[in-house]
């Protein structure tokens, strides 16, 4: 069975910091997703970043880049430029192709100190 | 133009009642998903359909019943409440297997 952990409960980083989260995950499938979720004090879950395990380019978005090692099974989230609307939780995701099953890690919680 | 809206976005009810949680898409998708997240943020699927149809039903006492009138449409309906129950639900759509869209979320407390 596919599991997704995130050994980090909490983390702080000031602003305008660099800040990375972890994210590791089992499985024994090639293909797969990996994304990330922001869940912010008001409860949305908001889609951060996508990673297609066959692409071996990294992906961003503006602030937000990860770091995915397939080899290691590692898909870290790195948030450049930290700001006050970054404190949210963070929850690593992985999808199998052709599935519909999204597995979340635990979440970090993350806390942008100004 | 809200995506993914669900109703109420708070739920407080005593144990024994049965209650139901709406949810809508405007996203023109054909897959829906109920989740549930516990009080440790512990985020877990329930239950999924792609054009009416059941495609994922996990572990979830039968007291738990999801209903789809048609694809724009996901409910979940709760018999006999308990104290356990005490989470937030979240609904979300997708095309497909793709990206999936989360609603607001439904905080649901059993007294």
């Known amino acids: 069975a596919q599991t997704v952990t995130q050994s980090q409960p909490e983390m702080s980083v000031q602003e305008a910091e660099t800040v990375t989260l972890s994210c590791t995950y089992d499985t024994s499938e090639s293909n797969y997703y990996l994304f990330w979720y922001k869940q912010p004090p008001s409860r949305q879950m908001i889609l951060v970043i996508r990673q297609e395990a066959y692409k071996q380019q990294n992906a961003t978005e503006n602030r937000f880049s990860v770091n995915f090692q397939k080899a290691a099974k590692s898909f870290s989230l790195k948030i450049s430029d930290s700001q006050l609307g970054d404190t949210a939780m963070y929850f690593c995701?992985?999808?199998?192709?052709?599935?519909?099953?999204?597995?979340f890690g635990s979440g970090t919680r993350l806390l942008v100190r100004p | 133009d809200t995506a993914v809206s669900q109703t109420p976005k708070y739920l407080v009810t005593q144990m024994g009642n049965d209650k139901s949680i709406k949810c809508e898409q405007n996203?023109?998708?054909?897959?829906m998903y109920w989740y549930k997240q516990d009080s440790k943020k512990f985020l877990k699927i329930m239950f999924s359909?792609?054009?009416?149809?059941?495609?994922i039903n996990e572990t979830v006492p039968n007291r738990f019943s999801p209903k789809s009138p048609d694809k724009a449409h996901l409910n979940l309906h709760i018999n006999s409440l308990e104290l356990g129950d005490s989470a937030v639900y979240f609904c979300?759509?997708?095309?497909?297997?793709?990206?999936?869209?989360f609603g607001p979320g439904t905080r649901l407390t059993v007294t």
């Open positions: 995701a992985f999808r199998m192709d052709s599935s519909y099953k999204l597995i």
């Open positions: 996203l023109g998708h054909d897959t």
């Open positions: 359909y792609n054009n009416k149809e059941l495609i």
């Open positions: 979300a759509s997708s095309q497909r297997e793709n990206e999936q869209y």
